[in-house]
Nanobody, 115 residues
Framework: VQLQASGGGLVLPGGSLRLSCRAS????????MGWYRQAPGEQRELVAT???????NSADSVKGRFTISRDNAKNTVNLQMNIVKPEDTAVYYC??????????WGQGTHVTVSS
């Protein structure tokens, strides 16, 4: 079982970025999927989650700017990041709660918001 994240990089303040993460291996569709992030010197924090049924939850700091979505057929979760701010700079980790395996984490993808 593996989670592969992609889409990180350098973006200007006010810009947009899209992160994707795919769960692969001999698995059934994950229950909750989502994203956490960890800024330098900070603890890992929740960004957003989405259930198999499509119910979402997100941190107050990203509400109205970030949108989480998923494709159950492809076991993929996406994070559309709009109006990014320098404080969004962090390593973003995707996770999936996979039946029989529990919480599984991706390798992290770097997002830097800077002019």
């Amino acid at each position: 079982v593996q989670l592969q994240a992609s889409g990180g990089g350098l973006v200007l303040p006010g810009g947009s970025l899209r992160l994707s993460c795919r769960a692969s291996g001999s698995i059934v569709s994950p229950n909750t999927m989502g994203w956490y992030r960890q800024a330098p010197g900070e603890q890992r924090e929740l960004v957003a989650t989405i259930t198999k049924g499509g119910s979402t939850n997100s941190a107050d700091s990203v509400k109205g700017r970030f949108t989480i979505s998923r494709d159950n057929a492809k076991n993929t979760v996406n994070l559309q990041m709009n109006i990014v701010k320098p404080e969004d700079t962090a390593v973003y980790y995707c996770f999936a709660n996979i039946p029989m395996y529990g919480n599984t984490w991706g390798q992290g993808t770097h997002v830097t918001v800077s002019s």
